[in-house]
């Protein structure tokens, strides 16, 4: 519980840092030094965290990957397929089909047709929600695939590729050119450090990074291909700094040591400590508030005004053959015409209005599609 109440200070402490960029209060805490020393992360020499202490921060503070988005669960599916306006109208007319084949023909053979109409409404039913549910799975995997990237870092005092998602609170990554920033930071060391963070702030200039004179670091920044045998744990020998009286100089602009998750590197080379991973980051939590369904690509959505058009005048087509049909025939047979054989004919030039409707909405169009487009994106992702 300690730990766990720890942690969540730490958290609302390194979200003030990143989001207002405040040197003066990375000063005021001691410098990075001291953050380090909090997390377990080696500083001097720098070595990172250990596995084992990566896995505990990964249980305080989260992993570096957003919550998964709720999904529609397979029989929700199916209820919006039984929504689709084709399917309650052959519905409708299996259940009409049934009743009149059965006042008129016996139980013996009169629930054939109505059956049979329920049967393919079941068919439908069952590969669409199944081709949907299909698709929804191989999006997420897409998306999970697409996102993914390594990053090096220190573990176990030694620099090694990690996926982005393994990245925790605490860990020490070494950013180079057009590295993109895997989580918020905040910078131990680097050389002629510059990003670009158009993308979360707005600001079209690079921007520099340094660090404040106050706390600057003394490790030395390993290369991204060098290897160091671990030589304790990562509490053993953890840099520690003593707090100091922020000694900025007025009416100067301060140092920028932040890293913004989101934003690339675009010069220079650097190592920084990791602070605020997945829904706690700043682009995590951008994200988490645009966070809706993904929306149609305009190819889906012209595709579904297409497949309107076509159903719309199929269904026009198939109410103006009904009501000809129904006219020709009270027209032939005159008043003399028997009430359930009449019942029959109506049920029977109903169904085949139905059945024009059902084949001109093309409703597996749009979805065929959608299907064609995630199996090719999953080709070109094999493909790199």
Not at 240 to 246: D, G, H, I, N, Y
Not at 291 to 307: M, S, Y
Request: glycine letters at 8%.
């Amino acid at each position: 519980m300690e730990e766990d109440a720890a942690a969540a200070r730490n958290i609302e402490l390194f979200q003030a840092l990143i989001e207002h960029k405040d040197t003066r209060k990375l000063v005021a805490q001691g410098g990075t030094a001291s953050l380090a020393s909090e997390l377990g992360t080696q500083l001097n020499p720098l070595k990172g965290i250990d596995s084992n202490l990566a896995a505990k921060n990964r249980q305080l503070y989260g992993e570096n990957k957003l919550p998964d988005m709720e999904f529609v669960s397979f029989w929700g599916l199916v209820w919006d397929v039984l929504k689709d306006r084709t399917l309650i109208m052959l519905v409708v007319a299996a259940i009409i089909s049934l009743i009149t084949g059965m006042v008129t023909e016996g139980t013996r053979t009169g629930w054939k047709d109505g059956v049979a109409v329920l049967i393919a409404v079941i068919v439908v039913v069952a590969i669409t929600s199944i081709n949907d549910y299909q698709k929804e799975k191989q999006f997420r995997k897409l998306n999970d695939v697409k996102n993914n990237y390594t990053v090096t870092c220190m573990r176990d005092g030694k620099a090694v590729q990690e996926s982005v998602y393994d990245l925790v609170v605490g860990d020490v990554v070494l950013l180079d050119t057009n590295d993109p920033v895997p989580a918020d930071g905040i910078l131990i060391s680097g050389e002629s450090l510059q990003t670009d963070e158009s993308s979360a702030t707005g600001e079209s200039d690079n921007v520099k990074k340094r660090v404040p004179d106050t706390i600057a670091s003394t490790s030395r920044m390993p290369s991204r291909s060098a290897s160091h045998n671990s030589t304790g744990g990562a509490g053993a020998g953890s840099a520690t700094a003593p707090r100091r009286k922020s000694t900025l100089v007025p009416n100067t602009k301060p140092a920028d040591p932040f890293f913004l998750s989101g934003t690339h590197v675009v010069s220079g080379k650097g190592a920084i400590l990791i602070v605020a991973v997945g829904e706690h980051s700043f682009h995590g939590k951008i994200m988490m508030t645009l966070r809706e369904k993904d929306a149609d690509t305009p190819l889906q959505i012209k595709l579904a005004r297409l497949a309107n058009l076509i159903g719309n005048f199929g269904l026009i087509t198939a109410i103006i053959i009904f009501i000809v049909q129904i006219i020709k025939y009270f027209a032939i047979e005159g008043k003399g015409v028997d009430a359930k054989e009449a019942a029959n004919n109506v049920v029977a030039f109903l169904i085949i209005a139905i059945s024009i409707v059902v084949v001109a909405v093309p409703e597996g169009l749009p979805l065929a599609v959608t299907i064609a487009l995630a199996y090719s994106m999953k080709n070109m992702m094999k493909d790199n």
